[in-house]
């Protein structure tokens, strides 16, 4: 989620709701250069982690996902994220980062990895960020039967949602990555940003990139962790580090845009829950999520 914000502000955790003239591909996405890694050797990559994707001076939980993300699509058999468990360690700060991963078993319709994400400290001792365990398959080869008592979100049309078009001037040196992001809250969920929190635990939004790049499995990982905290909503403010992020992928969203819907329900000893469901534009629960994050109280 995004990890920390300042005094309530109708921009903060907001992006532009429109994007470049010309829509992005994917293989040719701002975010694609920027989760890109170069395999250095057997299950050794590195990156250069971009401030394009912080919130305020941290990386986003769901851009480094996506990088480990992509570095065990290239190391195992399989290419498409079926579960991914991360533990967040330390914060990550943009800058030069090595990736290491390991195939811990290969099958015929999972394989399964684990895989850190290393920086370095002023000594140049390497400091480990982010550790996942993640099993990968083919949604291709999915069965279609769909049997669920889950529905997609009740979102006002997009066009009656908020973006920073309608809101005042951003906060200057708050986060870069509301650039790179399309985002239109549910006003029902904005109570926050107005200084009128509703004291539930939810947020909902229409969601894409903003360079018009469509949504594929790889950028689901991403999409989870993008909204504001629902913490929020509850009328907290300040850092919200996420301490642990599950993500199931459901399948390959169709394309148009994503709606996004995440509630809280218990927040007890500084700590909550957050769980996300992704919905595509063919109304299929493509993506979902829980992760724990601690805030800090009073």
Known sequence: MPEAASAPSPTLGF??????????????????????????????????????????????????????GRALADTLPHADPFTISAHYLTASQPGPAVVRTETVRTGRTLSTGQASLFQYDEEGNEVERIRVLASYGDLAALPDDVRTTATPPAIPPLDQCLGPDDSPAPVPGSSAITERLMIKLDPATLGWALGAPSGKGEMRAWFGLADGRAADPLSLLLTVDALPPTAFEIGLKGWVPTVELTVHVRHRPAPGPLRVSITTRNLAGGFLEEDAEVWDSEDRLVAQSRQLARVRLG
Do not use: C, K
């Open 15 to 68: 992006a532009r709701a429109g994007g470049p003239p010309s829509r992005a591909v994917i293989g040719d996405s701002e975010f694609d250069r920027d989760t890109a890694v170069t395999r250095r050797a057997p299950g050794v990559y590195d990156i250069d982690l971009s401030a394009g994707w912080t919130i305020i001076n941290a990386v986003n939980g769901g851009y480094l996902l996506a990088v480990l």
